[in-house]
C-alpha cells in the first residue's frame, strides 16, 4: 500500500476553534498528509470565529461548551451528518485525538466496520483534576483512558515517558513514538529584541524568568508564583515576563507584582517575545510533550522544567535546563537562583538547548505518522491472510 492508497478519518475535540499546541500540531500533521497524496477528512466541533483557517476539509460534529472552560466544547458524539459523511468518505484507517464522546463513537464505528484505527496522545486529562477539586476522578479516569487505548490498533505517543506511563496502566497497545517539531524560522536567537524588552520595561541588564502559554493554573502558575515568592525572599533579582492570556490572569497579576505581561502573541511577535526572555520556567504537569519548551530551547534560552512526561526526554539535565521535582518549590527556586547569577551558565545552557532543537523538524517528525499508518494497516492485511490460511 502506498501513501495515495490512504482514506484517513481524523476525529478532534478542538481542531482550530481555539488555538491550542495540540490542534496546531494535528493542523500540521494533516498538511504533511496532504502533500504526500494521503485524503484526509476532520471531523470536530466547530465555531463561527475559528482561531485560524482548517487545514483540510473540516465537517463540524456537535457539541456544547464546557462549564468553567467556556472558550472549549464537549463533543457531543457523531450526530447523522457525521455519519453520513464519514460512510460517504468511506476511510481505511481512523485517527482519534482525544479519548473524548466522539473519539468513543469514533471508535465504535472502527471496530464495527472493521477499519485500522490509530490514537495520538495529546493531553494528559487526568492530571487537570487536582486543579478543579476533582482529585478523586482520577482513578476513574486513568481507568477510562486505559481502556480507551486498549481498544486501538497504536498509540502515538508524544515521548518515552509518555508511552511508558501508558504501559503502567495497563495498556497493552503498541506505542510509537511521534514527537513534535519547530518552526525555525520563528523562534531563533535572532530574534531576541532588547529595544521591545525596554518598551515593555524590562531593563537590559536584567534577568527575565519568562512563563508563555495559556494562563490556566493547570499550567502550574501556583507553583510558578510560590517559586517567585521564594527568589524575592532570598533577595534575588529578575523580572517575571509573561506571555498569554487566560482566566486565570488577574489571580496570576496578584501572585507575581513584579510582572510584565505582554499579553496573546502569535506568529513572529511570539517568536521574539521568547526569544527575549533570559529563562523560561515551565512548572507544568499538564503537558504530554511541552511544545512551549521546544520553542524556548530553539530560541536560545535555558528552561527550568518538572519533572514530568513534557520534560523528560526532552531536555538534557544540567545541559540544556534543569529538571525538578514536581513539588519541590525550593528547587525551583534553586534552579531559577542559579540562572539568573551565572550568566556562562545561563548562555551555555541556552546555546545547547537551540542545538538540541534544531534536531525536531517537522516534516521527518510528521512521516513518523504516516509511516505508522502503513504500518497498521500491513499488519492487518497480515493478520487477516493468517487467520485466513488457517481456516483453510
Avoid at 472558550?71 to 455519519?83: A, D, Q, S
Avoid at 503502567?168 to 523562534?187: A, E, I, L, M, Y
Avoid at 526532552?314 to 528547587?331: C, F, H, M, N
Avoid at 538547548?353 to 517528525?365: L, N, S, V
Wanted: glycine share 8%.
Amino acid at each position: 500500500m502506498q501513501a495515495s492508497d490512504l482514506r484517513v478519518a481524523l476525529f478532534s475535540g478542538n481542531y482550530n476553534y481555539t488555538r491550542d499546541g495540540a490542534n496546531q500540531t494535528l493542523n500540521l500533521l494533516v498538511g504533511h498528509l496532504l502533500s504526500r497524496g494521503v485524503k484526509v477528512r476532520i471531523y470536530a466541533p466547530t465555531s463561527r470565529t475559528p482561531a485560524f483557517p482548517p487545514t483540510g476539509d473540516l465537517v463540524s460534529a456537535p457539541s456544547i461548551k464546557i462549564p468553567l472552560r467556556g472558550e472549549y466544547k464537549l463533543t457531543r458524539g457523531m450526530g447523522n451528518r457525521v455519519r453520513r459523511d464519514l460512510a460517504a468518505f468511506k476511510p481505511n484507517l481512523i485517527h482519534l485525538s482525544a479519548p473524548d464522546r466522539l473519539g468513543h463513537k469514533a471508535l465504535d464505528y472502527a471496530e464495527k466496520h472493521n477499519i485500522a484505527c490509530v490514537a495520538s496522545y495529546h493531553t494528559r486529562f487526568e492530571t487537570y483534576m487536582s486543579y478543579y477539586g476533582l482529585g478523586f476522578l482520577v482513578p476513574i479516569m486513568i481507568r477510562a483512558q486505559a481502556r480507551f487505548y486498549s481498544r486501538v490498533d497504536e498509540v502515538l505517543a508524544p515521548s518515552q515517558m509518555m508511552g511508558e506511563i501508558l504501559q503502567d496502566w495497563g495498556v497493552p497497545t503498541p506505542v510509537t513514538r511521534w514527537s513534535r517539531g519547530v518552526n525555525h524560522d520563528r523562534f531563533n536567537p535572532a530574534r531576541r529584541d532588547l529595544a521591545w524588552r525596554r518598551s515593555l520595561g524590562i531593563g537590559d541588564d536584567e534577568i527575565a524568568v519568562g512563563f508563555l502559554g495559556r494562563l490556566v493554573k493547570e499550567k502550574g502558575l501556583d507553583v510558578f508564583a510560590q517559586a517567585l515568592r521564594v527568589l524575592d525572599q532570598r533577595g534575588v533579582k529578575y523580572r517575571t515576563f509573561v506571555v498569554g492570556e487566560g482566566p486565570a490572569r488577574d489571580w496570576f497579576a496578584q501572585q507575581a507584582p513584579n510582572a510584565v505581561f505582554a499579553g496573546y502573541l502569535t506568529g513572529d511577535d511570539l517568536g521574539r517575545a521568547v526569544a527575549s526572555m533570559d529563562v523560561f520556567f515551565n512548572p507544568s504537569l499538564t503537558e504530554t510533550f511541552g511544545n512551549v519548551t521546544l520553542e524556548a530551547m530553539a530560541a536560545g534560552v535555558p528552561v527550568v522544567a518538572a519533572r514530568a512526561s513534557g520534560a523528560v526526554g526532552l531536555i538534557a539535565d544540567g545541559v540544556t535546563g534543569l529538571i525538578v521535582p514536581p513539588t519541590d518549590i525550593e528547587g525551583y527556586a534553586d534552579a531559577l537562583q542559579r540562572f539568573c547569577e551565572d550568566d556562562a551558565f545561563r548562555r551555555s545552557a541556552g546555546a545547547a538547548g537551540h542545538a538540541e532543537a534544531a534536531t525536531y523538524q517537522w516534516e521527518r517528525i510528521n512521516q513518523v505518522v504516516l509511516d505508522t499508518y502503513l504500518k497498521v494497516l500491513e499488519r492487518r492485511a497480515g493478520t487477516a491472510q493468517t487467520s485466513v490460511a488457517q481456516a483453510a
